[in-house]
């Protein structure tokens, strides 16, 4: 079902849709910085409106700050939080070597 490299392609669309980037998806790399100087420029207003769409999209939860920026820092990191989320669900590969 998924791949890890869908799974990021998925996040990136979930985000230039739910936070009005003016970029296209395929622009957002895997571990671009999402936060801070020289990464994508999201705030906190983005931040929050992200754990949201998550939490909508995957049932993940993301309960604390210090949490959110921990998993909130690449595509990279988000998708490997929604693949440990889900358990390895079928077709999620446990391995971040797969893309």
Same mark, same amino acid.
């Given at each position: 079902?998924?791949?890890?490299? $869908? ?11 739910? !936070?009005? !980037?003016?970029? $296209? ?39 604390d700050?210090? $949490?959110?920026r921990?998993?909130?820092? $690449? ?10 989320? !889900? ?13």
């Amino acid at each position: 079902m998924n791949t890890t490299t $869908t799974l990021k392609s998925e996040i990136k669309r979930l985000m230039v849709e739910n !936070l009005m !980037l003016q970029t $296209t998806a395929d622009q957002i790399g895997d571990d671009q910085a999402l936060f801070g100087p020289g990464g994508l420029g999201l705030d906190s207003v983005d931040a929050l409106q992200l754990v949201v769409a998550l939490d909508k999209q995957y049932q993940l939860k993301i309960p604390d700050p210090g $949490t959110a920026r921990r998993i909130l820092q $690449t595509v990279t990191t988000i998708a490997e939080a929604v693949r440990d989320h !889900l358990g390895g669900a079928p077709g999620i590969p446990a391995s971040p070597s797969d893309g």
